[in-house]
């Protein structure tokens, strides 16, 4: 099953251009989608989640045409949004029992194995019978992840799900994500460029409602071998190198600055050529993206 | 820093929309009380629209009820900054505590203020404009509209914001600022009940911060002239008052300033323990098969669980129980108020208790259906979990319905478990005939149905306003619309939707006739919310677009879906039951609003009063047969009349009355319709042409052929019948139920223009376009003479009268019984008066028991039904107390027997036919003898009154003007609380007299048209009733028992069944000042001539022990004597009277006051009087006109303690 978003727009009621023309295509596996804040990755994950309409274009999924069908997608997806809340007196057990219902398990019996398993799953066992309003997080998010799962989606929707979590929480997250089978579509929609270059075998990078970029993070970065250069630069030189070069990033390194640079051939002394990565990519594309609209 | 916050919250609050609507809305009600008829509730009558009283009380009404607006604006000063999230922000910068705080309150008090002063403001611009009729307005006086502002408005505001300011910036939680706000007004509620028992009126003045009881204290007494033109002193217990919640206030904000802190509320230290530490990886089971059903069957299973879900998490609210605690404690008072109404006791039977149970429910309803509808509408988007949930197949009618579910199930549980609070109170009083079925009944037909409509109509209000303030204060908005519209006139009830029907249980009839009109009307409740509550679920909001124009889309997807079948299927239920109901109060009983039945009235009155001064035909003879069907509800009569022509003047054109059909205005407020009544015949025994027939207004015009001269007599015979059809809107004619029927004379056709139809209140009529008519003939007026005031068209009648009904009842009716047999399955029985009697006969029937005494030759029956035979001592204790006493010293009884019969508790009087007592099962019956010197017997005592009746009414009767009823309702008072207070004593005596001076007082405040002296009264209960019984007895006092009676029989003896020419209270007052030496002829005047008031005071009394062991005392007294006008105003007059003047001693059981060491009628000629009196032991009390004798409107300070001289 693929999801096709054709030329989808979505203009707010106080004029921001959330999404202008998008396009993606997106199969099974894990798919990123990254962009800054403000980007309209939010808004084009609510739009998938039949929480929002659009302007105009389309959504397929399969045979499910997202935009009229929302009750067709609903049965198959499981979407854990930017922010959310849980009913903060009840136990994670309750809570995930309550929601697994509404996705249609209507079996008491099943239900209850199946919040039993996912609660395992997703290490909150020893936490089932605990107070939600008590949970850290990265529980809460994996709480959360367990009822996107409760009804067995094929689409899954998390957006920027490991912002405000510490390392740990993180990786554990990381490896459930990657644990949902290889036949479902997961869209991982973030601005941590790390979670996609681990997660993701197809991503897409948008940005202002538009998007810049889609493919393999592979192919990606082999369009930019070579290309990508580092100096260890000087504060005064800083002004300078700006006006004559396409500066990707400025970094500080022990109080100094490190710049990366985009060029096809070497722009001059100090410079190093440097194994792109995919933040180069992402920076570069966004600060292009962006230089081109001004 | 105070500025910067001061400035930004008055600012925030000026640029919302809200604000001005606050102020609008509170501008528009003061106007309209002004410039309109609307709002009569405060001023009618004679108090003017304008009056300083008026705006007083409704500024204190309104901070009570605009709590709403209270908790929205000085509620959320601080909440908000939780809510929005902006705390972090701001408590990082400099703002100093103090400076937030006061900031924050200031601003919000500021604009509170602003918002209530429109209602100083509205009144004011409603007086000024030019439509307004000029009597209804006193002079503009701008101090006297501010004054109630600054003394009422300005406190309770400062106390009631402090307190929600005070909760909102503590608790951080906006539930619990809603919550306080309904304590404080349920609060109040119970302080207004307690202060139903006139000693504590202090305390409950003291303790109601609104002012409202306060200020209604401070005007108890105050006469017409005085609420036209004072303002509530700031004085006294008004001044107390306030300062208390002043301080109050100001120990709210020091608790705030002291408790609160500038940093984000810490979540509660036992969810911090809970925070898990979780272990390392578990071993994972593979995810185990489910089956997915989307089938309608499946979700219904979603929908019991989630509503057993919502349910629980409701029941385990704070608020909720403290909103379900606080409703029973307010049951459980009301129900200890139906048991003790003014001080009377009755038995707490399940008639009296199980409609309380199902009426009180109705405000609390209101209140949970829109603060827990509104909160679980919004629950998932307030907790943040709306994504989540919108994201789940599960269709949006199953979290919906399951919460509307919940909501409902949490107040039905309440009704549940007031029922068994109320069982239990009737256990703990002794009374165990419970009948659970009733309060069964009660729940299932008027509080479930009421509930279940109120919370659809909540949640389909919320659904669809989409916004959770605006849609409580629509909720609120419509409840108390509600309360107002009847007052406006619009009472029928398919506007009312949701409140509970009105009905009667009795226990005589039971549900009576009201079950299919309370059924009809229930079902169309909820019929009519659920469509409402499907609209709003048509449109409610899902995903995270939350406008029109995606809601639009989800409504259409919804219509097609099912949406269409439930509108369709809850709304055409609400339209075939709106027109089921339709159909019976419109059709069958042609509905009337009250205000075009009173122009019908005003018609007919223009129509029929030329032909008031025809000559008529005086009824001499009545000869009825009259059948009950108490299974249908019907009647059936016919009879001959037989009438004299008195007049000088031939009779040729006859006006007939007989009872009308069409609407005539009940009250105010309603009006009904008796349509199933019809005149089947009418024959005269000679030739006579009907020349106008309007039967349905009750007047017929027949032409004699032959004239009837002076001093013959006509003939007719009639048949009339009265078949209920279907119900009424407003009133039920229940003259005929089940088990239980009293129908009197009316139904039977008359002659002569009825004056009493007209309409007789002042405004109505001047709303009409008619001149107000004067009350009553002026004594002297000779015509008064010509006819009594019982009855205009008859004198003195032979009555005999045959009465059928079912087997198994009983019926009566006045007479002694001839005979008693059975036709055709029905039962008979023959009555015949053996000497005339008024033209005031009537009808009853039912299954009674009948308990019967003989007295002396007559014969005492009381007709009861079983349960009821709780009062049957006392009843039979005064009718002999009084056969005796009243026997003895008035005249001899003129009758073998005397009857008192139950009637249903339609109507709560009792009445005097001759020798027949018909009396309500609701009063009386179930009256309970309570111990104790100081309880007064009512039972005895209005069986007393009904027994002299006998004599002051049916021997004697007053001409149709001023002043007949003193000797008629005055007298049969006066006799009654003699034999109380000869039987019971002197203390229980002096406690009714006190009630009376109250019920006197209280009385003049709300007088419509005039004062009058009790010599000139006008038919006013608090005069001839309340002012009679302590004028006689005060007379009684000063002239003797002896003389009195002297007096009484002489009148008896002279005016008894006498008449035309009739006497009139001219005549008793003869024969009382024949009685009365010259040195009291005074007090006759005073107390009869003239409306009398006495200022006196007890001012200071001391004593010290004389060296012989008796004790000097020493007193000041303060003595004033006012004579009052029409509106009450009150001039002084030199005082040169007899007053009581007493010194008691230790406490003795039957004497309040003390032993009475010393008491004696002493002179007064001077405003303050000193008096030194010498008593044989230590005096405890003193003071002057120490049992209330006079009229005085402090009765309170006539008598005080005694103190030791220095």
Same mark, same amino acid.
């Given at each position: ?20 023309? @998008? ?26 989640? !039949? ?7 389309? $959504? ?24 959310? +809340? ?71 929707? /998390? ?30 929609? !973030? ?16 940005? &202002? ?10 192919? @990606? ?35 100094? =600055? ?37 | ?39 009569? +509730? ?36 601080? *909440? ?82 402090? *307190? ?176 003790? =109404? ?32 509104? &909160? ?59 009948? =659970?079925? %009733? ?24 659904? *669809? ?164 069907? =108490? ?104 003259? %005929? ?31 009409? +376009?008619? &001149? ?127 009857? $008192? ?45 009904? *027994? ?24 049969? &008072? ?37 004062? %009058? ?113 029409? /509106? ?36 007064? !000629? ?41």
């Amino acid at each position: 099953m693929n999801l096709s978003i054709a030329n989808l727009s979505k203009t707010y009621a106080n004029g921001v251009r959330a999404l202008q023309d @998008v396009s993606l295509d997106i199969p099974a596996g894990m798919f990123g989608l990254l962009g800054p804040n403000g980007a309209g990755k939010s808004t084009l994950m609510r739009t998938i989640a !039949t929480l929002q309409q659009a302007d105009a274009g389309s $959504i397929r999924l399969g045979d499910i045409d997202v935009l009229t069908q929302p009750d067709d997608v609903r049965k198959i997806l499981g979407y854990l949004p930017q922010e959310f +809340g849980l009913y903060p007196n009840l136990s994670a057990e309750r809570v995930l029992d309550h929601f697994a219902e509404m996705k249609g398990v209507a079996n008491s019996g099943e239900r209850r194995d199946l919040v039993h398993a996912l609660l395992k799953q997703t290490n909150l066992w020893d936490a089932r019978k605990k107070a939600v309003g008590g949970f850290s997080g990265g529980m809460k998010q994996r709480l959360g992840i367990a009822i996107a799962l409760a009804g067995r989606p094929r689409l899954v929707i /998390v957006d920027e799900p490991t912002a405000g979590l510490d390392p740990n929480e993180r990786h554990r997250f990381l490896n459930l994500l990657s644990e949902i089978g290889d036949d479902v579509i997961v869209i991982l929609s !973030t601005h941590i460029v790390e979670d996609v270059r681990e997660l993701c075998r197809r991503m897409a990078i948008i940005n &202002e409602g538009r998007v810049v970029l889609q493919g393999d993070p592979n192919q @990606v970065l082999d369009e930019v071998r070579g290309h990508i250069w580092r100096k260890r630069a000087a504060k005064s030189e800083l002004v300078a190198l700006r006006a004559a070069l396409d500066v990707i990033s400025v970094r500080l390194v022990a109080g100094e =600055p490190v710049i990366h640079v985009y060029s096809e051939s070497t722009p001059g002394d100090g410079f190093v050529a440097v194994e792109p990565n995919l933040e180069d990519v992402y920076l570069h594309r966004v600060g292009t993206a962006a230089l081109a609209e001004a | 820093m105070f500025w910067t916050v001061f400035k930004f919250e008055l600012s925030y609050w000026f640029r919302r929309p809200l604000t001005l609507l606050f102020f609008a809305l509170f501008f528009l009600l003061a106007f309209f009380a002004t410039a309109s008829d609307a709002f009569i +509730g405060f001023a009618s009558g004679q108090i003017h629209r304008n009056a300083p009283f008026v705006l007083a009380t409704m500024i204190a009404v309104l901070t009570a009820i605009g709590q709403v607006i209270t908790t929205a604006i000085a509620g959320t000063a601080v *909440l908000r900054d939780a809510q929005l999230g902006t705390e972090e922000l701001l408590f990082t910068t400099r703002v100093s505590k103090s400076g937030y705080l006061v900031g924050r309150f200031v601003g919000a008090f500021i604009i509170m203020l602003v918002i209530y002063s429109a209602l100083p403001i509205g009144l004011l611009v409603g007086s000024v404009m030019p439509w307004v009729p000029a009597e209804k307005m006193g002079p503009v006086q701008i101090a006297a509209v501010f004054q109630p502002f600054f003394t009422i408005a300005v406190p309770n505001l400062l106390f009631v914001s402090a *307190l929600l300011f005070a909760v909102g910036a503590l608790t951080r939680r906006l539930f619990a600022v809603y919550v306080t706000g309904i304590i404080l007004l349920v609060a109040w509620q119970i302080t207004q009940a307690i202060v139903g028992q006139l000693d504590k009126v202090r305390l409950a003045s003291l303790i109601d911060p609104f002012a409202i009881t306060t200020v209604n204290s401070a005007v108890r007494y105050w006469s017409v002239a005085e609420k036209n033109t004072q303002v509530v002193p700031l004085a006294g217990a008004m001044a107390q008052n306030r300062m208390v919640w002043i301080a109050a206030a100001i120990v709210l904000f020091a608790v705030v300033a002291t408790v609160f802190r500038l940093r984000l509320q810490q979540a509660r230290a036992s969810h911090r323990a809970r925070k898990a530490t979780v272990a390392e990886r578990v071993v994972v089971p593979p995810t185990p098969a489910v089956t997915l059903h989307y089938d309608r069957a499946s979700w219904i299973r979603a929908f019991v669980s989630q509503s057993r879900f919502h349910l629980r998490s409701i029941l385990r609210e704070p608020p909720y129980l403290a909103i379900s605690l606080i409703y029973l404690i307010n049951l459980m008072i009301g129900l200890w108020f139906q048991m003790r =109404p003014q001080e009377s006791a009755r038995w707490p039977v399940t008639s009296l208790f199980a409609p309380v149970v199902g009426n009180g429910l109705f405000v609390f309803t209101v209140l949970l259906a829109t603060l827990y509808g509104g &909160e679980l509408v919004w629950r998932e988007r307030q907790i943040k979990a709306d994504q989540l949930q919108d994201a789940t197949p599960v269709p949006t009618w199953v979290p919906f319905g399951a919460k509307l579910l919940a909501v409902f199930l949490s107040i039905a549980i309440l009704v549940f478990v007031a029922s068994a609070g109320s069982m239990l109170m009737q256990l703990s009083q002794g009374y165990a005939r419970l009948e =659970p079925a %009733v309060y069964l009944q009660v729940i299932v037909l008027i509080a479930l149905p009421s509930a279940l409509a109120i919370t659809a109509l909540a949640m389909g209000v919320h659904a *669809l306003v989409n916004q959770k303030f605006v849609g409580h204060l629509i909720i609120i908005a419509y409840w108390v619309l509600l309360q107002v519209v009847s007052s406006l006139g619009f009472d029928h009830r398919l506007y009312q939707v949701g409140r509970p029907p009105d009905f009667t249980y009795s226990d005589m009839a039971g549900w009576g006739p009201y079950t299919p009109r309370v059924l009809t009307i229930s079902y169309y409740s909820i019929a009519f919310c659920l469509t409402l509550a499907s609209l709003g679920l048509l449109v409610l909001v899902r995903g995270t677009d939350a406008s029109w124009s995606a809601r639009q889309i989800l409504a259409a997807k919804r219509w097609r879906r099912g949406g269409a079948v439930a509108t369709g299927a809850f709304g055409v239920a609400a339209i075939v039951l709106g027109f089921l109901f339709f159909h019976n109060a419109n059709t069958l009983n042609a509905y009337t609003e009250v205000h075009a039945a009173e122009r019908g009235v005003k018609a007919w009155e223009v129509k029929y009063k030329p032909l008031q001064h025809l000559p008529s035909p005086r009824l001499v003879r009545v000869s009825l047969r009259h059948d009950y069907y =108490p299974e249908r509800r019907a009647a059936a009569w016919h009879g001959t009349l037989a009438a004299v022509n008195r007049d000088a003047r031939p009779v040729d054109t006859l006006f007939v009355t007989v009872p009308p059909s069409a609407p005539r205005p009940t009250s105010l407020f309603e009006a009904t319709s008796n349509t199933g009544v019809a005149l089947d015949s009418l024959v005269f025994d000679r030739d006579a042409q009907l020349v106008l027939d309007d039967t349905p207004n009750g007047v017929r015009l027949y032409r004699l052929a032959k004239p009837l001269a002076q001093g013959d007599t006509l003939t007719v015979r009639f048949a009339g019948r009265f078949e209920p059809r279907g119900y009424p809107n407003d009133a039920f004619n229940n003259d %005929v139920s089940a088990n239980g029927s009293f129908m009197n004379m009316q139904y039977v056709p008359s002659f002569g223009y009825p004056e009493q139809t007209e309409l007789s209140d002042d405004e109505a009529r001047r709303r009409n +376009g008619l &001149e107000p008519k004067p009350r009553m003939k002026k004594i002297d007026d000779p015509v008064v003479r010509a006819t009594n005031y019982i009855s205009q068209e008859a004198d003195w009648i032979t009555f005999d009268e045959t009465t059928c009904t079912a087997a198994d009842q009983i019926s009566i009716a006045p007479g002694y019984l001839q005979r008693e047999w059975t036709e055709n399955g029905r039962r008979c029985f023959q009555y015949k008066m053996d000497r005339p009697i008024l033209n005031f006969y009537a009808t009853l029937s039912a299954r009674y028991e009948v308990t019967k005494a003989d007295y002396n030759g007559v014969k005492l029956e009381i007709y009861h039904i079983p349960e009821h035979a709780f009062a049957l001592p006392s009843m039979m204790q005064a009718s002999k107390d009084g056969l005796d006493y009243f026997g003895k010293n008035f005249s001899p009884y003129l009758y073998r027997q005397y009857r $008192i019969i139950e009637f249903p508790r339609y109507a709560g009087f009792a009445q005097a036919f001759p020798n027949t007592i018909p009396y309500s099962e609701g009063i009386g019956f179930i009256y309970r003898k309570e111990e104790g010197d100081d309880k007064i017997d009512f039972a005895y005592f209005v069986t007393a009154h009904e *027994l002299a009746h006998q004599w002051w009414g049916h021997q004697v009767v007053g001409g149709n003007g001023q002043g007949s009823t003193m000797f008629s309702e005055g007298l049969a &008072e006066y006799s009654a609380l003699t034999i109380m207070e000869k039987r019971f004593g002197r203390e229980a005596a002096q406690k009714f007299l006190r009630r009376e001076l109250d019920g006197y007082l209280r009385g003049r405040g709300t007088e419509r048209k005039k004062e %009058v002296p009790l010599l000139y009264v006008e038919n006013q209960p608090y005069i001839h009733y309340q002012k009679g019984s302590l004028a006689f007895y005060a007379l009684r006092d000063y002239i003797g028992e002896d003389a009195m009676n002297a007096a009484l029989s002489a009148f008896l003896a002279k005016w008894a069944l006498k008449g035309p020419p009739y006497p009139t209270a001219r005549d008793l007052y003869g024969e009382l000042d024949k009685q009365t030496p010259d040195s009291l002829k005074y007090v006759l005047n005073d107390l009869f001539e003239e409306m009398t008031f006495y200022e006196n005071k007890a001012d200071t009394a001391t004593t010290s022990k004389r060296p012989d062991g008796s004790w000097d005392v020493h007193l000041v007294l303060d003595a004033k004597k006012l004579k009052g006008d029409s /509106v009450g105003t009150t001039k002084e007059v030199p005082i040169a009277d007899y007053v009581d003047v007493g010194v008691y001693g230790d406490r003795v059981p039957g004497q309040k006051l003390g032993e009475p060491l010393l008491v004696k009628k002493v002179k007064i !000629t001077q405003p303050v009087t000193v008096l030194d009196v010498i008593v044989s032991k230590e005096p405890k009390k003193a003071g002057i006109d120490p049992y209330n004798k006079l009229i005085d409107r402090t009765p309170e300070d006539n008598v005080i303690a005694v103190s030791n001289r220095r």
